[in-house]
């Protein structure tokens, strides 16, 4: 059974940062694309980064150049560093999974998600 389980996140002041992590179990986290997720109050849950099996990432034009994903397989944990931190990133970060595919489509055919974990940002 597939398992996500985020931590990390807290309240913060623009320009600030966090480092959320996400341990996975329960497959082969290193073989299938993985990402970030986020939903602002009443808004739609939206795409924030990923990275696939080979280490490729991607990035919404939104977080490009102050939000990094990376991945430890050994570990099997999935990171989101964020910094310069602005009120509208405050929202849910989620962390999924695309069970059974390497590369990261965007489509998110077999997607799995974690609880999630709050992330404040006041201005």
């Known amino acids: 059974q597939v398992h996500l389980v985020e931590s990390g996140g807290g309240s913060v002041q623009a320009g600030g940062s966090l480092r959320l992590s996400c341990v996975a179990s329960?497959?082969?986290?290193?073989?299938?694309?993985v990402g970030w997720f986020r939903q602002a109050p009443g808004k739609a849950r939206e795409e924030v980064a990923t990275?696939?099996?080979?280490?490729?990432?991607g990035y919404a034009d939104s977080v490009k150049g102050r939000f990094t994903i990376s991945k430890d397989d050994a570990k099997s944990t999935l990171y989101l560093q964020m910094n310069a931190l602005k009120p509208d990133d405050t929202g849910m970060y989620y962390c999924?999974?695309?069970?059974?595919?390497?590369?990261?489509?965007?489509?998110?055919?077999?997607?799995?998600w974690g609880r999630g974990t709050p992330v404040a940002v006041s201005s």
């Open positions: 329960g497959y082969t986290f290193s073989s299938f694309c």
């Open positions: 999924a999974a695309d069970v059974g595919f390497a590369r990261c489509t965007g489509r998110w055919v077999n997607r799995y």
């Open positions: 990275i696939d099996s080979a280490g490729d990432t």
